[in-house]
Nanobody, 124 residues
Framework: QVQLVESGGGLVQAGGSLRLSCAAS????????MGWFRQAPGKEREFVAAITRNGGSTYYADSLKGRFTISRDNAKNTVYLQMNSLKPEDTAVYYC?????????????????WGQGTQVTVSS
């Protein structure tokens, strides 16, 4: 069993930055590919970014490339999402997820564990 707890969300002005963190319980964090998703009000959940078990490869939603960066620290059981040049349309609840499968599994939403989410609000 893996528990995921997101933090770092909040209110930021357009153009600002935030770094989200997702802390995982247990000693098997490095066995999981990790991902970030988001869900805006009235919209479906969408994929944001994913990273392999050792952090060697990353994958992003096309619309977010260049502004968002995913990284992980296996020694700290934590995955991060650095978000720069934020826009009002980035406003959403952001969730982290863990998959015992591949990056393909992560991006498809086939994850074994999900966090509770953290709210990000970008004001114009």
């Amino acid at each position: 069993q893996v528990q995921l707890v997101e933090s770092g969300g909040g209110l930021v002005q357009a153009g600002g930055s935030l770094r989200l963190s997702c802390a995982a319980s247990g000693r098997t964090f490095s066995r999981y590919a990790m991902g970030w998703f988001r869900q805006a009000p009235g919209k479906e959940r969408e994929f944001v970014a994913a990273i392999t078990r050792n952090g060697g490869s990353t994958y992003y939603a096309d619309s977010l490339k260049g502004r968002f960066t995913i990284s992980r620290d296996n020694a700290k059981n934590t995955v991060y999402l650095q978000m720069n040049s934020l826009k009002p349309e980035d406003t959403a609840v952001y969730y982290c997820a863990a998959s015992s499968g591949s990056l393909v599994s992560v991006t498809a939403g086939h994850n074994d564990y999900w966090g509770q989410g953290t709210q990000v609000t970008v004001s114009s």
